[in-house]
C-alpha cells in the first residue's frame, strides 16, 4: 500500500486530521489497533473550544453538532460559600464554548469518512513505524491475517499516551516533562437531567467536584477522591450523597439522581515531551501531552495540533513549502504550554491537597478570591478557558 500520509490512531485527532487533509485531495491511510466499536465506546470530553468548533465546521462536520450541541457562554465557580458566574462571551469580545460529547465527535468524524470513502484499517496489530529520519518512511502491521507494508511521505502519531508513535522515537533524542498530582477524578455518566444549564466548578473543604453534562438530559460528574479509592467502593447512593455535600445547599436540592451508565477513576498528571517529532513523525495530541481535566483542555490541544499539522501538510503538498516541517514542534508547544500553565494553576487552585488547614488553603482561597473581585483575573480565566488563538506557521 502506499499514501501520502499515514495516521495512526482512529480517535478523534487522528480521524479529525484524516477528514482535513481529505477535503484538500491529500490522501491519507489511517491504521487503528482497536476496533471501530471500541473506539466509540470511550467516555471522554465534552467541552470543545472555539478554535476546535470552527476547526470541526472547516472539515464539514458540524451538522449534528450545531444541532445537538450545547453552546455556553459561561460557568460558575463555587467557593468559600460563593458563587461566582464567569461571563466568557461579556470577558473575551464574544467567544463561547460547545459541550457535545467526544463520543458524538468520534462518531460524526467517522461517519464522514466512511461516506467519503477513505480508508480506515481497524484492528491492525503489531503496527511499527520504520525509516523515521528517511525521505521514504514506511509503516508494518498486521492485518486480517496478513503482514502489510504502508508507504508514505509523512506519519502522524495519534495513537495516544501507550501508543507506539512516541515509543520509536530514541530516548536520547526526546525530553520529558511530568508532574502527578496526588488525587484523582472519580467520574459518573447518567441519563439524569443537568442540575445547572451551566458548568459548576466547586472548591470544597471535602475534595472538588464538578457538574457537567453531555446533553439536556444526560449528566456527567466528578469528584476528587484519594489515589488509592476504588471503584468498587462506590455505590450510586454513595456517590450521590458526597456530591451534595459538596455543593452549595439550593444546587443540591435541585439535583437529580439516577443510575450510572459508567463509573471510573482517573489519575490526574501534566506531561509534555520535546521535541514532538522526528524525522517525518509527528505527535499529534495524547501521544506528545496530557492534562488534568480541569482546564477542559485534553480534546481541543489535540485539536490545534491537528490544525498545525493540516496546515503544514497543506503548504508542503500545494505550495512545496517542506522548509515548514521543522517549524512543527515549536509552533506546538508554544500553545501546548499555555494550556499546560492553565490546567495546572485551575487544578492547583481548586483541589484539595490536605485535610488540614494550612497555608496552602489559605493561598487558594486568596487566589480564588482575587481572580473573581477583578475583571482582570476573570478575564484571564475566561480567555484561557474559550481557548487563545491558534499558533500561525509563519
Known sequence: MKTQVAIIGAGPSGLLLGQLLHRQGIDNVIVERRSGEYVLSRIRAGVLEQGMVDLLREAGVDQRMDAEGLPHDGFELVFDNRRVRVALDELTGGSKVMVYGQ?????????ARAAAGATTLYEAENVQPHDLESDSPYLTFEHNGETVRLECDYIAGCDGYHGVSRQSIPQERIKEFEKVYPFGWLGVLSDTPPV????????HERGFSLCSMRSATRS???????????????????FWEELKRRLPDEVAAKLVTGPFIEKSIAPLRSYVVEPMQYGRLFLVGDAAHIVPPTGAKGLNLAASDVNTLYRLMVKVYQEGRTDLIERYSQTCLKRIWKAERFSWWMTSMLHNFSDEEDFNSRMQLAELDYVTSSKAGLTTIAENYVGLPYEPLE
Do not use: G, H
Open 103 to 111: 463520543t458524538e465527535v468520534t462518531r460524526d468524524l467517522m461517519e
Open 196 to 203: 445547572s444549564d451551566e458548568l459548576i466548578y466547586a472548591s
Open 220 to 238: 456527567r460528574y466528578y469528584l476528587q477522591v484519594p489515589l488509592d479509592e476504588k471503584v468498587e467502593d462506590w455505590s450510586d447512593e454513595r
